[in-house]
């Protein structure tokens, strides 16, 4: 969750080539590609080709600000909570509930 928040605050400083995202988010090109195909297949991202489709930019989507948004204000408001193991499982539940989906609702009765 972190790594994609790194890449929307990077993108959300406006139109990015994937070099600067690249260098700013601190990763290989192989691990920041899938993350762009994964971000831009979930419309947190945008992706604009230039020069006939050998570059592009990327641009942060409404949905990609309201998930940078909503990031900062938990890490704020959790400050000097989470150690690096609270983290790590605070990670692995969201890839978890985005990979099972939403839980059917229960019903009280």
């Excluded at 700013?24 to 945008?46: I, P, Q």
């Excluded at 704020?76 to 983290?87: C, D, F, M, P, V």
């Amino acid at each position: 969750m972190e790594m994609v928040c790194d890449i929307l605050a990077v993108v959300s400083e406006g139109p990015t080539k994937p070099t600067h995202i690249l260098y700013k988010a601190n990763m290989s090109w192989k691990v920041l590609s899938s993350y762009l195909d994964f971000l831009t297949a979930r419309g947190m991202v945008e992706k604009e080709d230039q020069e006939g489709g050998k570059r592009s930019l990327y641009r942060l989507s409404q949905k990609g600000r309201q998930i940078l948004r909503l990031y900062e204000g938990l890490r704020e408001s959790l400050n000097g909570t989470i150690t690096l193991a609270s983290t790590r499982e605070l990670d692995q539940m969201v890839e978890n509930a985005a990979t099972t989906g939403p839980r059917a609702p229960v019903s009280t009765w």
